[in-house]
Nanobody
């Protein structure tokens, strides 16, 4: 069964850090693209960071310089290191994968991805 599972969410004060992890399993496709999205209450789900199979990355302007996406191909893991967190970063964070379909590069567009996790909550207090 193909799936991605997030972990690492929690509560932190503004200025703090968290690292989210995404474990991908059930496939051996090596040209995958992975992304992190977030959705705050009453808002649309938005792309935060993405990485392709060559390691190229893309970030939303709101997180550039604060968040870092990385992947460990050997472990089928993707990470999102979040630093200098702000209250506006509070949201449910989702890991997504584009599998078995050609991926032209790291994308922050929701429609690119065909496998989604259940999400992990991040809460940043002021």
């Amino acid at each position: 069964q193909v799936q991605v599972v997030e972990s690492g969410g929690g509560s932190v004060q503004a200025g703090g850090s968290l690292r989210l992890s995404c474990a991908a399993s059930g496939y051996t496709y090596k040209r995958d693209c992975m992304g992190w999205f977030r959705q705050a209450p009453g808002k649309e789900r938005e792309g935060v960071a993405a990485i392709d199979s060559d390691g190229s990355t893309s970030y939303a302007d709101s997180v550039k310089g604060r968040f870092i996406i990385s992947k460990d191909n050997a472990k089928n893991m993707v990470y999102l290191q979040m630093n200098s967190l702000k209250p506006e970063d509070t949201a449910m964070y989702y890991c997504a994968a584009r599998l078995f379909i050609y991926c032209s590069g790291p994308s922050l567009e929701r429609q690119v991805y065909n496998v989604w996790g259940q999400g992990t909550q991040v809460t940043v207090s002021s």
